[in-house]
């Protein structure tokens, strides 16, 4: 099995200590209900990268999962982002059934992860139509 070299939690400090991320969760009560994380690519700022958009099984079909993406992508063109890429899991279909129903198109890319589930990466134009 792939061996894992750093926690997870230290990645996700050193993502969220950047100046160019961004990130919201939503709470129900004490408990987070869903999240959603925007970076900038290093190679440009015109080009924004959606790092997570988590929403926990109960909130599924609530509308959460559209408000959060809608708040990334505000941010986004907020930022004077012109295009945006996340990558997804390849087998997770209601995930990128969710990203083509938001306007998300599938590039040719795909990529290995150090937990064995092959991703495929997405990417959408920000400017307006």
Request: net charge negative; charged share 30%; hydrophobic share 35%.
């Amino acid at each position: 099995p792939p061996q894992q070299t750093e926690q997870p939690d230290a990645k996700v400090r050193a993502r969220l200590a950047r100046p160019t991320t961004w990130c919201r969760i939503a709470w129900e009560g004490e408990e987070p209900a869903g999240a959603v994380g925007v970076a900038e690519h290093d190679d440009g700022h015109d080009r924004a990268y959606l790092w997570v958009l988590f929403v926990r099984t109960e909130w599924w079909g609530t509308g959460l999962a559209t408000r959060l993406h809608a708040a990334a992508l505000a941010e986004m063109e907020g930022r004077g982002n012109t295009v945006a890429d996340l990558w997804t899991p390849r087998e997770n279909r209601r995930a990128r059934r969710f990203y083509e129903r938001e306007g998300w198109r599938v590039t040719a890319a795909e990529r290995p992860t150090d937990i064995g589930l092959p991703e495929v990466q997405y990417s959408r134009d920000l400017t307006p139509s």
